[in-house]
């Protein structure tokens, strides 16, 4: 079973800064790309960067783009996501998605809980 916890999340003023940690632990064989995803109150959930292994070319929403830098800790299997020049529509909760390979071979995806990210004016 493979787990992802989301670590980082808290309250920043309107220009700040914060760094959203995401640990990927569990029995797989490979995993094939991370992405971060934020859902803000009654809205859908919306992918804003990701990192696939095979190219290493991070891809960002055109929302978060120029201020969001998505990286990756290959060997211990993290990801992280700075977010600088936070504003208040980046509110929501953000969660660590990976799409991996199981060890049966299958592609399996999951999910961490979330991490709330609360930006202030």
């Known amino acids: 079973q493979v787990q992802l916890v989301e670590s980082g999340g808290g309250l920043a003023q309107s220009g700040g800064s914060l760094r959203l940690s995401c640990t990927v632990s569990?029995?797989?064989?490979?995993?094939?790309?991370i992405e971060w995803a934020r859902q803000a109150p009654g809205k859908s959930r919306e992918v804003v960067a990701g990192?696939?292994?095979?190219?290493?070319?991070?891809t960002y929403a055109d929302s978060v783009k120029g201020r969001f830098s998505i990286s990756r800790d290959y060997a211990k299997n993290m990801a992280f996501l700075q977010m600088d020049s936070l504003q208040p529509d980046d509110t929501g909760v953000y969660y660590c998605?990976?799409?991996?390979?199981?060890?049966?071979?299958?592609?399996?995806?999951?999910w961490g809980q979330g991490t709330q990210v609360t930006v202030s004016s």
């Open positions: 990192l696939p292994t095979f190219d290493k070319k991070a």
């Open positions: 998605h990976a799409d991996l390979l199981a060890t049966s071979g299958w592609r399996e995806d999951s």
């Open positions: 569990g029995t797989f064989s490979t995993i094939l790309n």
